[in-house]
């Protein structure tokens, strides 16, 4: 492995360390706007954190995926030439973003306020990585598993997702402000089925060399959650658009689809749980308590979700804390948790001393219970602004609001909990990156 990688790897899990620093700042920049403004108004501080949050995801994302692939493809000099350039030019165009947030420089969309010229690097960066990944993958004549489908499903629909997502640059597409809108919210929530192909696919990945048991991801079940997940990440975006005039079959299918998808994730990881046998538990317990810990925020998720995918409940809760909660619900407590526990793996990380370990796992519990009162403040706030809105039709913003700041304070202090927690655990693997020097992350096949 090059310390191309090594540098990429160090730079994806920086971006974790750089969203939660920013997630704080912005919310106290929400609570005490006067003595934020002048400086670090909200404004800039939100771009800089959910931007730094969907390339920490994305990036973590394709270093499992990258690291992992060498297992199933035979190394070709050219595709490592090639991703070299991806990783390269991906992490030089996510610091000219920061570059342009850091002096006001917007112009973009939603989640991706930067000017759009930057879309160019990016998208050239990802068609480097997509020929790097599919000639090796095309060249091998050994049976894919599923977890490689499942990335390379993943790779692709984010190529498509990603063209999508700047249709707007169209005339077209801006003439309407419905069409625009539309367009919008439906890429987006597509690209997250597409990034979850990836995620999912390193989560399954994790579970067969955990258990040394192949047939997870063989098994018939498991060829009917890839489905389920392809058609989510094709429809589910139907739960996005709520809003907008739509077909009523559209928002049907979508509502069963995303709600099934979760069911069918939960119960495959029940399924490795039960029978996996204690040793090998042991012998991973860090990276077995991080997909533990994503089994638990997919069954929080799917409550939430069912909840607010109800269209009469969406309206209410459409554009309160709740859409925050499911969105950082679903980010923090799903998708880092499991790249999260990809790091763990590729660092060799259960192989270190006992006392590291239990230093790691004081962390993991201190993250996973600032997350639950992170996530139950952020459902709070939005039941708050939506009673005070819709059932008792208050229309003074500051008066509607009194209450819900004093949930966001809370969440503020639970928002320390959580840059205590992953933040310390992620500093822990990135001095983890930087002994490893020479033997760069050299994949470890004793933990095997
Ligand atoms: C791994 C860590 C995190 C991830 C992946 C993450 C992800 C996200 C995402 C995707 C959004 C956009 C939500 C939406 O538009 O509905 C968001 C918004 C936000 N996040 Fe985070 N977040 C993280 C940690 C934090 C922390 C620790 C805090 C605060 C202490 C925080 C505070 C905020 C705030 C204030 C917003 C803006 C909400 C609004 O516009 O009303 N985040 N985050």
């Given at each position: 492995?090059?310390?191309?990688?090594?540098?990429?790897?160090?730079?994806?899990?920086?971006?974790?360390?750089?969203?939660?620093?920013?997630?704080?700042?912005?919310?106290?920049?929400?609570?005490?706007?006067?003595?934020?403004?002048?400086?670090?108004?909200?404004?800039?501080?939100?771009?800089?954190?959910?931007?730094?949050?969907?390339?920490?995801?994305?990036?973590?994302?394709?270093?499992?995926?990258?690291?992992?692939?060498?297992?199933?493809?035979?190394?070709?000099?050219?595709?490592?030439?090639?991703?070299?350039?991806?990783?390269?030019?991906?992490?030089?165009?996510?610091?000219?973003?920061?570059?342009?947030?850091?002096?006001?420089?917007?112009?973009?969309?939603?989640?991706?306020?930067?000017?759009?010229?930057?879309?160019?690097?990016?998208?050239?960066?990802?068609?480097?990585?997509?020929?790097?990944?599919?000639?090796?993958?095309?060249?091998?004549?050994?049976?894919?598993?599923?977890?490689?489908?499942?990335?390379?499903?993943?790779?692709?629909?984010?190529?498509?997702?990603?063209?999508?997502?700047?249709?707007?640059?169209?005339?077209?597409?801006?003439?309407?402000?419905?069409?625009?809108?539309?367009?919008?919210?439906?890429?987006?929530?597509?690209?997250?089925?597409?990034?979850?192909?990836m995620i999912y696919g390193t989560a399954l990945f994790l579970m067969v060399k955990i258990s040394g048991d192949a047939s997870i991801a063989k098994s018939p079940?498991?060829?009917?959650?890839?489905?389920?997940?392809?058609?989510?990440?094709?429809?589910?975006?139907?739960?996005?658009?709520?809003?907008?005039?739509?077909?009523?079959?559209?928002?049907?299918?979508?509502?069963?689809?995303?709600?099934?998808?979760?069911?069918?994730?939960?119960?495959?990881?029940?399924?490795?749980?039960?029978?996996?046998?204690?040793?090998?538990?042991?012998?991973?317990?860090?990276?077995?308590?991080?997909?533990?810990?994503?089994?638990?925020?997919?069954?929080?998720?799917?409550?939430?979700?069912?909840?607010?995918?109800?269209?009469?409940?969406?309206?209410?809760?459409?554009?309160?804390?709740?859409?925050?909660?499911?969105?950082?619900?679903?980010?923090?407590?799903?998708?880092?948790?499991?790249?999260?526990?990809?790091?763990?793996?590729?660092?060799?990380?259960?192989?270190?001393?006992?006392?590291?370990?239990?230093?790691?796992?004081?962390?993991?519990?201190?993250?996973?219970?600032?997350?639950?009162?992170f996530w139950v403040t952020l459902i709070v706030a939005g039941i708050i602004k939506g009673y005070r809105t819709t059932v008792l039709q208050m229309d003074n913003?500051?008066?509607?609001?009194?209450?819900?700041?004093?949930?966001?304070?809370?969440?503020?202090?639970?928002?320390?909990?959580?840059?205590?927690?992953?933040?310390?655990?992620?500093?822990?693997?990135?001095?983890?990156?930087?002994?490893?020097?020479?033997?760069?992350?050299?994949?470890?096949?004793?933990?095997?």
């Amino acid at each position: 492995m090059n310390s191309v990688f090594r540098i990429y790897t160090f730079f994806a899990l920086t971006l974790l360390l750089v969203t939660l620093a920013f997630g704080l700042l912005a919310t106290w920049a929400f609570l005490y706007p006067e003595a934020y403004n002048r400086f670090l108004p909200f404004y800039q501080l939100r771009p800089f954190h959910v931007s730094a949050a969907l390339f920490w995801i994305i990036s973590g994302a394709v270093a499992g995926v990258w690291f992992y692939k060498k297992e199933e493809f035979p190394k070709i000099r050219v595709s490592e030439l090639l991703a070299n350039t991806f990783m390269i030019t991906w992490m030089l165009t996510i610091l000219s973003i920061f570059g342009c947030y850091a002096f006001k420089i917007f112009g973009g969309r939603e989640y991706w306020e930067f000017p759009p010229i930057l879309c160019l690097p990016l998208l050239t960066a990802w068609i480097l990585l997509m020929v790097a990944y599919y000639i090796p993958w095309y060249k091998s004549s050994r049976p894919k598993p599923l977890y490689v489908w499942m990335w390379s499903t993943g790779i692709f629909f984010f190529f498509i997702t990603f063209i999508e997502q700047n249709l707007w640059q169209i005339p077209w597409f801006r003439y309407s402000f419905l069409r625009e809108v539309t367009v919008q919210w439906k890429s987006n929530g597509s690209m997250v089925g597409a990034w979850n192909q990836m995620i999912y696919g390193t989560a399954l990945f994790l579970m067969v060399k955990i258990s040394g048991d192949a047939s997870i991801a063989k098994s018939p079940k498991a060829f009917f959650f890839y489905f389920l997940g392809l058609s989510n990440l094709m429809f589910n975006w139907g739960h996005h658009i709520y809003n907008v005039p739509t077909a009523q079959w559209i928002r049907d299918v979508a509502y069963i689809i995303s709600m099934t998808e979760f069911l069918f994730l939960i119960s495959i990881i029940q399924g490795f749980k039960s029978k996996l046998d204690e040793q090998r538990k042991f012998k991973h317990l860090i990276t077995y308590r991080f997909l533990i810990a994503a089994e638990f925020w997919v069954f929080m998720n799917l409550l939430l979700a069912l909840g607010m995918s109800i269209p009469a409940v969406n309206r209410y809760t459409h554009g309160t804390h709740i859409t925050v909660a499911h969105a950082m619900g679903t980010t923090i407590g799903i998708n880092t948790m499991i790249l999260l526990g990809s790091f763990t793996y590729m660092l060799g990380i259960d192989n270190k001393t006992e006392y590291s370990k239990r230093v790691i796992n004081v962390f993991y519990w201190i993250s996973q219970y600032s997350l639950g009162i992170f996530w139950v403040t952020l459902i709070v706030a939005g039941i708050i602004k939506g009673y005070r809105t819709t059932v008792l039709q208050m229309d003074n913003f500051n008066e509607i609001m009194k209450p819900v700041f004093q949930a966001i304070n809370i969440l503020s202090y639970a928002g320390i909990g959580l840059i205590i927690g992953l933040g310390t655990i992620s500093i822990i693997y990135l001095k983890e990156i930087i002994k490893k020097k020479q033997r760069i992350l050299e994949y470890n096949n004793n933990i095997n």
